[in-house]
T-cell receptor, first 115, second 113 residues
Framework: DAGVTQSPTHLIKTRGQQVTLRCSPK?????VSWYQQALGQGPQFIFQ???????QRGNFPDRFSGHQFPNYSSELNVNALLLGDSALYLC??????????????FGQGTRLTVV | GESVGLHLPTLSVQEGDNSIINCAYS??????FIWYKQESGKGPQFIID?????DKRQGQRVTVLLNKTVKHLSLQIAATQPGDSAVYFC????????????FGKGTTLSVSS
């Protein structure tokens, strides 16, 4: 049973460029959340996708956008990259249950470095 | 606003000791809490969770205690092993409608042999 997989594992981009990160959820999961983790900090929630729509969003600018595909996989796009966007980007998947919270499983992350 | 914080950024223990990692939360409406372990270069790994209708929950070598009166959460690790060395985060849901999480800054646990 494959867990949450993310690609690529590492990425170096230049300021002003755009980047796309990818995530495949754990088998049987239908909800994907993205987090940004700066060095020495806890993960910060970016947004969550369910049924191909953004359902919740954290305090991140519109430069951060995403998409969920019919097979539940997801992409995170960041435009006009800033040096401060350098971080570990984590994807977490879970199974939606109305009115309750369920366990979220994390991938290994994509290490993005902006130079 | 909502926040989840930790009392100590680092904790050093000897192998075989019991470890206690603490966490304070601010949202009294939170009804679900999770502890994650994150090893270097890896994503957070689920350890144990607890719902607000419980005060204590036990897993394998780990126990989570919840004190809703003072909004305090703790993770106890029995017979700590070198493999337990990692950063530990407590987390609570962004809201009650999903699984988006708010994380604290983490406690780094170092276990020496």
């Amino acid at each position: 049973d494959a867990g949450v997989t993310q690609s690529p594992t590492h990425l170096i981009k230049t300021r002003g460029q755009q980047v796309t990160l990818r995530c495949s959820p754990k088998s049987g999961h239908d909800t994907v959340s993205w987090y940004q983790q700066a060095l020495g900090q806890g993960p910060q929630f970016i947004f969550q996708y369910y049924e191909e729509e953004e359902r919740q969003r954290g305090n991140f600018p519109d430069r951060f956008s995403g998409h969920q595909f019919p097979n539940y996989s997801s992409e995170l796009n960041v435009n006009a990259l800033l040096l401060g966007d350098s971080a570990l980007y984590l994807c977490a998947s879970s199974l939606f249950r109305a009115g309750t919270n369920t366990e979220a499983f994390f991938g290994q992350g994509t290490r993005l470095t902006v130079v | 606003g909502e926040s989840v914080g930790l009392h100590l950024p680092t904790l050093s223990v000897q192998e075989g000791d019991n470890s206690i990692i603490n966490c304070a939360y601010s949202n009294s409406a939170s009804d679900y809490f999770i502890w994650y372990k994150q090893e270097s270069g890896k994503g957070p790994q689920f350890i144990i969770d607890i719902r607000s209708n419980m005060d204590k929950r036990q897993g394998q070598r780990v126990t989570v205690l919840l004190n809703k009166t003072v909004k305090h959460l703790s993770l106890q690790i029995a017979a700590t092993q070198p493999g337990d060395s990692a950063v530990y985060f407590c987390a609570e849901p962004h809201n009650q409608a999903g699984t988006a999480l708010i994380f604290g800054k983490g406690t780094t646990l170092s276990v020496s042999s």
